[in-house]
């Protein structure tokens, strides 16, 4: 069974800094594309960042130049830097990986359960 689960939320204030971890487990044979989103209260999901199996990253507009997203084995990062009030939201980890379904291979998009950012002073 492949699980994610993120680690590394909690409380920071406006202009701190923290870093968010997702590490992937279980049969996986490879781990594509990841991806971070975040869900603020009363809105809806949004992308916040990407990097390819190949190192390659995309930013939404809104965390440019604040935020960085990173991998090494199983596991995505991103680091948030001067965060703001309206970067709070539960932020949740996205991967696309191939596991072992007995002798087949599938890849399929899994999720993390998320973890709380607060951001305020």
């Known amino acids: 069974q492949v699980r994610l689960v993120e680690s590394g939320g909690g409380l920071m204030q406006p202009g701190g800094s923290l870093r968010l971890s997702c590490a992937a487990s279980?049969?996986?044979?490879?781990?594509?594309?990841m991806r971070w989103f975040r869900q603020a209260p009363g809105k809806e999901r949004e992308w916040v960042a990407a990097?390819?199996?190949?190192?390659s990253t995309d930013y939404a507009d809104f965390v440019k130049g604040r935020f960085t997203i990173s991998r090494a084995a199983d596991t995505v990062y991103l680091q948030m830097n001067s965060p703001e009030p309206e970067d709070t939201a539960v932020y949740y980890c996205?991967?696309?990986?191939?596991?072992?379904?007995?002798?087949?291979?599938?890849?399929?998009?899994?999720w993390g359960k998320g973890t709380l950012v607060t951001v305020s002073s």
């Open positions: 996205n991967a696309d990986i191939t596991y072992r379904d007995r002798a087949i291979l599938r890849t399929a998009p899994y």
């Open positions: 279980g049969s996986i044979i490879m781990i594509n594309g």
């Open positions: 990097v390819t199996r190949g190192g």
